[in-house]
């Protein structure tokens, strides 16, 4: 199974990045994890989303190729980052990729809450028509307080968080197969 994750934060020492490699590492016995960055993705434009930059047709080619989608998320603001929202505009766009795409949220951030409301946010975008995504019932991560679970290696160290990934990873791979019958 092909799976590319879309992380919410560009910055180098991201712990949403370091989630989604956790998570690529962990997992790779269960799926292929191709984690796309959003560093090099131009602001959408709606006058040239029929001829997009190099950037963005490799960006949807790949989402278009993949079983599933893994949103790694922070919050900002109360809501999905900018960028976030930005490359969801061009996957919704067009060809609109992500159309029946299976999706799965996971999200860190150092709050208590960790992204409780950019998850919201963000499972109310995929039922938009341009998204049109299944997302994986339930299984909702919120890992707060995340500078207190990940070490600067990017070793998730909080064992509570790593066996209940096991547990969704479980039914995350079940429910994209039961999918594709
Ligand atoms: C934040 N942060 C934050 N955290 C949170 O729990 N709720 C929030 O609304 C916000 N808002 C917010 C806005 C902006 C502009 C920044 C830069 C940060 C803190 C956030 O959880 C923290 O910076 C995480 O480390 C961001 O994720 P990455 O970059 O480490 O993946």
Avoid: C
């Avoid at 919704?92 to 409301?117: C, E």
């Avoid at 994986?136 to 990940?150: A, D, Q, R, T």
């Avoid at 160290?157 to 429910?175: G, I, K, M, R, Y």
Wanted: hydrophobic content about 40%; cysteine-free; aromatic content about 8%.
């Amino acid at each position: 199974m092909k799976v590319v994750a879309i992380v919410g934060s560009i910055r180098k020492d991201s712990y949403n990045l370091k989630l989604a490699q956790y998570i690529q590492d962990r997992y790779k016995d269960r799926f292929d994890l191709e984690i796309l960055s959003l560093r090099g993705l131009p602001i959408y434009d709606q006058d040239i989303e029929n001829e997009p930059s190099e950037e963005v047709k490799q960006f949807k080619a790949k989402v278009a190729d993949a079983d599933a989608v893994l949103w790694v998320t922070p919050e900002y603001n109360g809501t999905i980052p900018g960028v976030l929202g930005n490359a969801i505009d061009w996957l919704s766009r067009v060809d609109r990729v992500m159309n029946g795409k299976p999706s799965w949220i996971v999200g860190a951030s150092m709050g208590a809450l960790g992204t409780v409301k950019a998850q919201l946010h963000l499972r109310e975008i995929l039922f938009s028509l341009g998204i049109s995504s299944p997302l994986l019932p339930g299984n909702e991560v919120y890992v707060g307080s995340v500078h207190e679970k990940i070490d600067a290696s990017g070793n998730l160290t909080h064992e509570p968080t790593a066996s209940f990934l096991d547990s969704v990873v479980n039914n995350f791979v079940a429910w994209v197969g039961s999918l594709s019958r």
